[in-house]
């Protein structure tokens, strides 16, 4: 199947920096791309839609200005944290659907998830 | 709007025993429905699928039935191994709504020896 890449997995910062997740499409092209945040013994909580070349949609409750996403090529996506405090400090996944081979498009494929932590 | 609810866990089992993790589901349209799993530290894996009623999804002795009449979609597996220690995840995919996934809540799944 596809696979999809995050990096880092792992980061831990200080309050009131920015950070800078990456999530990567290796072998396919992802004209979308969502981004989660899955709290402890929670549920996954989609953040926010990501389509090449174009705005992100975020779901209510999101800072955009908190959780910036950007999408500028058909195999990355970013969503960088900024000002990031502790209660920011989370599991952070995307997913990435391929639209463009003749995949199905209910069809997701999840990277690894980064875990943030801020002190 | 579209919903899934899945059973609180941890589900705890000896190894070979029988598993079932329920999971029912609202949707405005005719939904896929999937399962997930993830293991400690990682992201998610698709298990199975299904995309219409009364499919049945499999992989790794796992199974799941579209239950149309009683919108459902439990996961099962006849012997379970300390390898199958989890968390799993129903989902719903419904093209009413852009195909954006709607997540259970997650059954954490402990197999002791």
């Known amino acids: 199947g596809a696979v999809v890449s995050q990096h880092p997995s792992r980061v831990i910062c200080k309050s009131g920096t920015s950070v800078k997740i990456e999530c990567r499409s290796l072998d396919f092209q992802a004209t979308t791309m969502f981004w989660y945040r899955q709290f402890p013994k929670k549920s996954l909580m989609l953040m926010a839609t990501?389509?090449?070349?174009?705005?992100?949609?975020?779901e209510q409750g999101v800072e955009k200005d908190k959780f910036l996403i950007n999408h500028a090529s058909l195999t990355l996506s970013t969503l960088t944290v900024t000002s990031a405090h502790p209660e920011d400090s989370s599991f952070y996944i995307c997913?990435?659907?391929?639209?463009?081979?003749?995949?199905?498009?209910?069809?997701?494929?999840f990277g690894p998830g980064t875990r943030l932590t801020v002190l | 709007g579209n919903s899934v609810t899945q059973m609180e866990g941890p589900v705890t089992l000896s190894e070979e025993a029988f598993l079932t993790i329920n999971c029912t589901y609202t949707?405005?349209?005719?939904?896929?429905l999937f399962w997930y799993v993830q293991y400690p530290g990682e992201g998610l894996q698709l298990l199975l699928k299904a995309t219409k009623a009364d499919d049945k999804g499999s992989n790794k002795g796992f199974e799941a039935t579209y239950r149309k009449e009683t919108t459902s979609f439990h996961l099962e597996k006849g012997s379970v191994q300390v390898s199958d220690s989890a968390v799993y995840f129903c989902?719903?995919?419904?093209?009413?709504?852009?195909?954006?996934?709607?997540f259970g809540r997650g059954t954490s799944l402990i197999v002791h020896p």
């Open positions: 997913s990435a659907r391929d639209l463009t081979t003749g995949g199905e498009e209910d069809e997701q494929f």
């Open positions: 949707a405005t349209g005719y939904p896929s």
């Open positions: 990501s389509n090449e070349g174009s705005k992100a949609t975020y």
């Open positions: 989902a719903l995919s419904d093209p009413g709504g852009s195909y954006i996934p709607t």
